[in-house]
């Protein structure tokens, strides 16, 4: 998908630093810290409010947190079923198979990269799982954060499409969709 210079240094760095979860501000420069974060491929430590929204951490050079699907996606050889199988395996998750038609499900379901807690909820039950759980595991993952929009804009947005609003990981809803 991604075949230029920024891009190659940055998987690099992800395959050398999916283990320790941090890649060091050594390391970067600020072409990788804007891929990294328009990619949703690893984030500022430092956030605004203490927020674990992805739109509310402080974009510059320092130390980047890989998210823990991204982490297992670059030890799983990027197969991102593989990943969400390990992964809510790893969490004690039973039926891992539901998860992976979850994953998908919200994928396509989203709007643009969004979607709205009451539809990846909806997409919980038809699976027998609770939502609420779901959400919170799906964060913890990475796959999902909460949208912390601009005033207006996010109210707009959610009037729209629900709320509360969920932005879905973007280089994971690619991995999905060419799949």
């Excluded at 709205?116 to 796959?143: F, Q």
Aim: hydrophobic share 40%.
């Amino acid at each position: 998908m991604f075949e230029d210079e920024v891009a190659q240094r940055a998987f690099s760095l992800l395959e050398r630093y999916a283990d320790s979860g941090i890649i060091p501000k050594e390391e970067l420069d600020e072409e990788l810290v804007l891929f990294f974060d328009s990619e949703k491929l690893a984030f500022p430590v430092s956030s605004s409010r203490d927020s674990l929204s992805w739109g509310t951490r402080l974009i510059g050079v320092q130390d980047l947190e890989i998210p823990y699907i991204i982490r297992v996606l670059f030890k799983s050889g990027c197969d991102w079923q593989v990943a969400v199988r390990e992964y809510f395996t790893a969490i004690g998750e039973e039926r891992v198979e539901d998860f992976v038609e979850i994953a998908r499900e919200i994928v396509k379901r989203r709007h643009k990269f969004l979607i709205s807690g009451d539809e990846i909820v909806e997409i919980c039950e038809r699976y027998g799982r609770d939502g609420g759980v779901v959400i919170a595991e799906l964060k913890g993952a990475g796959i999902i954060s909460p949208y912390a929009g601009c005033g207006r804009a996010a109210s707009k947005l959610e009037k729209i499409y629900g709320s509360p609003l969920y932005e879905v990981n973007r280089f994971f809803a690619r991995l999905v969709e060419a799949t």
